[in-house]
């Protein structure tokens, strides 16, 4: 197949025909293979990728974004894709007021609104996996220092014992 027509992309993505042509004509996401070009009878061809960035630009706005606030997003996601052509390996994470991108292959959470400064990241499980080897090597340490105490009150004794005897 060589691309997707409109029709085909509102069955696939969930968007509606006003949705698709508002985003071409503000150039949210435009078809990648062949755009209208303001000509009648001329079809929007969509790519695989155009329609992946329509489910995306589509359920952010479903989950409270503003279209200001999501072409910022994904403005900043399409030059991150351009440079590394990596988009498919981010995830995004909202809280409704801001659009955050997570590589999945780092440990770095950033921001989309703000042309991706490093927002705070708390991976919880690392702490907790830290946490639990650092109890790990305390409780190793303590039973090599009491184990040290013992042989010295062992000596000790012996000496003792030995003084005494």
């Not at 042309?115 to 907790?128: D, M, P, S, T, Y």
Request: hydrophobic share 40%; charged share 30%; aromatic share 8%.
């Amino acid at each position: 197949m060589d691309g997707f027509t409109a029709q085909q992309a509102t069955r696939l993505t969930g968007c509606t025909p006003h949705q698709l042509r508002y985003w071409d004509k503000v150039a949210l996401v435009q078809p990648s293979l062949q755009q209208t070009g303001g000509r009648p009878g001329r079809r929007r061809l969509y790519s695989f990728r155009d329609l992946v960035a329509l489910r995306v630009v589509r359920s952010l706005l479903d989950n409270g974004m503003s279209i200001q606030r999501v072409r910022r997003a994904w403005d900043y996601l399409r030059r991150t894709a351009d440079m590394d052509g990596h988009l498919s390996e981010v995830k995004l994470v909202t809280d409704g007021q801001s659009i955050f991108a997570v590589a999945t292959d780092e440990d770095e959470l950033l921001d989309a609104l703000r042309q991706g400064q490093l927002a705070f990241f708390v991976a919880i499980n690392e702490i907790a996996q830290t946490v639990e080897d650092d109890i790990t090597k305390f409780e190793l340490d303590r039973e090599r220092f009491l184990e040290m105490l013992r042989r010295v009150e062992d000596d000790v004794n012996d000496e003792a014992r030995e003084a005494s005897g």
